[in-house]
C-alpha cells in the first residue's frame, strides 16, 4: 500500500506564493506517475499539473501555466508545486495523487490515479 500527504497549504494575498508539499511512503517503489489535483465545493476535481516518474516531462492545465511549476525528488518520495501569482481563483483544496501506470506521458485524468493525500486547503484573498 501507499500513502500520499499533501502539506503546505494556507492563506495568501493574490500575487503571493505558496509551495505544497506532497509525501509518499509506504511501497513507493509501486509509484510512477504523480499529479495535482484541486477542487471546490460543489465542483468537480479539477486536474492542474502531473509529472512522469522522472520528472522529464510535466503538463499543466492552460489556467496555471507560467505560474506553476511541478517537480519531484524520487531519492525523498517528495513531490512540490510550487504556485506564484497566486490569483483568487485558486482558491480550493488540493490533492496530491499517485499512480501506479507507467507512462510515459504525463496523466491529467484522476482515473489514472490510485492513491490521494487528504487534500489542503489554499485560500487566496483580493
Known amino acids: 500500500q501507499v500513502h500520499v500527504g499533501e502539506s503546505g497549504g494556507g492563506l495568501v494575498q493574490a500575487g503571493g506564493s505558496l509551495r505544497l508539499s506532497c509525501a509518499a511512503s509506504?511501497?513507493?517503489?509501486?509509484?510512477?506517475?504523480m499529479g495535482w489535483f484541486r477542487q471546490t465545493p460543489g465542483k468537480e476535481r479539477e486536474f492542474v499539473a502531473a509529472i512522469t516518474w522522472s520528472g522529464g516531462l510535466t503538463q499543466y492545465v492552460d489556467s496555471v501555466k507560467g505560474r506553476f511549476t511541478i517537480s519531484r525528488d524520487n531519492a525523498k518520495n517528495m513531490m512540490f508545486l510550487q504556485m506564484n501569482s497566486l490569483e483568487p481563483e485558486d482558491t480550493a483544496v488540493y490533492f496530491c495523487?499517485?499512480?501506479?501506470?507507467?507512462?510515459?506521458?504525463?496523466?491529467?485524468?484522476?482515473?489514472?490515479?490510485?492513491?490521494w493525500g487528504q487534500g489542503t486547503q489554499v485560500t487566496v484573498s483580493s
Open positions: 495523487a499517485a499512480s501506479r501506470i507507467v507512462s510515459s506521458r504525463p496523466m491529467v485524468r484522476s482515473a489514472s490515479y490510485d492513491f
Open positions: 509506504g511501497r513507493t517503489s509501486s509509484i510512477y506517475g
